[in-house]
Nanobody
Framework: QVQLLESGGGSVQTGGSLTLSCAAS????????MGWFRQAAGEEREGVAF????????NYVDSVKGRFTMSYDNAKNTMYLQMNSLKPEDTGMYYC????????????????????WGQGTQVTVSS
């Protein structure tokens, strides 16, 4: 059974930092698109950061550029999202996802039928 197990969410004040982890079990990342998404209460889910395990290039939504860093540890089969300088507008449920897609298909990760999703971890940033 494939599972993406997320951890690292929590409550911090504005300017604080958190690191989210997403460890895969029952699945080995090889040539995959990986992504972090978030959903604030009452809003649509949005993509935060995307990367491909082979290509390595990372794309960030404009609102997190310079503050968030996505990475991937092949040995641990785990992806991460380092979040610095957190703002109240970063509050939401954060999800990781991965799918065996080519790099040019990563922008479709959210709607890929083959995508695996984590259960979500809550991030709350207070002012």
């Amino acid at each position: 059974q494939v599972q993406l197990l997320e951890s690292g969410g929590g409550s911090v004040q504005t300017g604080g930092s958190l690191t989210l982890s997403c460890a895969a079990s029952g699945y080995t990342f090889s040539s995959d698109c990986m992504g972090w998404f978030r959903q604030a209460a009452g809003e649509e889910r949005e993509g935060v950061a995307f990367m491909h395990t082979i290509d390595g290039g990372i794309n960030y939504v404009d609102s997190v550029k310079g503050r968030f860093t996505m990475s991937y540890d092949n040995a641990k089969n785990t992806m991460y999202l380092q979040m610095n300088s957190l703002k109240p507008e970063d509050t939401g449920m954060y999800y990781c996802a991965a799918a065996p897609l080519s790099r040019n298909m990563c922008r479709f990760l959210e709607h890929a039928g083959a995508a695996h999703w984590g259960q979500g971890t809550q991030v709350t940033v207070s002012s």
